[in-house]
């Protein structure tokens, strides 16, 4: 298989990890010699139940015994992403109440930056540096990592950019600004939490121009920070909210949420102003809808605080300078690249999937599924904490 893989299939890097995948279950990946893999990057943060959890999959194999696809998205009434829908709004203060889906995390953020033109008139988008919101060319286009963008220019115009928690570049924001979009936590960065209110304050400076705040909650949301929506901790509402990877419970999936009369405008003016054909997929919304109900019926988010604690007790090396992030969305800071491959590549040898962060060099990524049992968290910390000392003393 693996040389089909190199010979067949895009690669996105020279050095792809290539591990064969047999099957997965719970917090682990067995490849093809049945050997198995802890997880601690759960998909990239895109299985919070694990794998294969039995009401996800079974969810999906009702759904498929029902109908697939009938049509294009938001003609017809189906009951899995109606439901899901409307699971989403019940979670979500007012005036949140209408959720569009999409197939993926980037499209949703197009959606949204779609709507924040319609809605205000304007063109000016607001980003922030070493922000992380998609690879297609709306998303890359507010990507604030020129490295990665510059081979695709010219991107959309009128994006301006300003650093994530200071105070001082809200003045950017005026009244030209159609939207700012930040991640709530920025991920790629480095899981760089908001400091000082600073949501709150962009909040505050996005009503004073009227300018709308999308957040994009792709990877911090559904519950990884211990709150359905990362956004619940630091003290601010946007105006739209955007989700995806664990919301699908490990199929693919996006969504941007906002108020009826937000939403509403993308129906007019011109009409079909965002459509896709697979967006709301009823066997993808099923196993969305599944995930959901499961995370906010039981007390896994509340567990997920309990389980930073339980690895920040146990991650403690003179290797690791800093663990930041929040919940399960955790990033190791070591003192050099060099450290981190060695630490990701031996760990993966060992059993144990840690991966890397997009722009944070000197980040490990842990992202576990959020059912990872604490005996899991032990075994793994344990196997991180003696790879660091072979590299230590080496
Ligand atoms: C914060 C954030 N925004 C957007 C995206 C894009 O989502 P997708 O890969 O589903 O298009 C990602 C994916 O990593 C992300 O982490």
Redesign the pocket.
Known sequence: MISDFFKYQAQTSTHPLAMEVSHASGSYIYDTSNKRYLDFVAG?SACPLGHNHPKVVSAIKTQLDKYMHVMVYGEYAQQPAVELTKLIAKQLPAPFEKTYLTN????A?EGALKLARRATGRSEFIAAKTA????TMG?MSVMGYEERKQAFRPLIPDVRFIQFNVEEDLNLITCKTACVIL?TIQ??AGFIEPQDDYLAKVRARCHEVGALLIL?E??PGIGRTGKLFGFENYNCIPDIIVS??GLGGGMPI?AFTTSSALMDLLQDKPKLGHITTFGGHPVIAASALATLKEITETNLMAEALEKEALFKKHLVHSLISEIRGKGLMLALILPTPDIVNQLILTAQDRGLILFWLLFEPKAVRITPPLTVSNEEIIEGCQVILDILDEIQSS
Do not use: A, F, L, P
């Not at 993926?104 to 499209?107: A, C, D, R, V």
């Not at 992380?132 to 690879?135: A, D, P, T």
């Open positions: 990239v993926s995390g980037t499209e953020i992380y919101h998609g690879n998303s991640e991920g790629g994009d792709i990877q995806g990877k996006g």
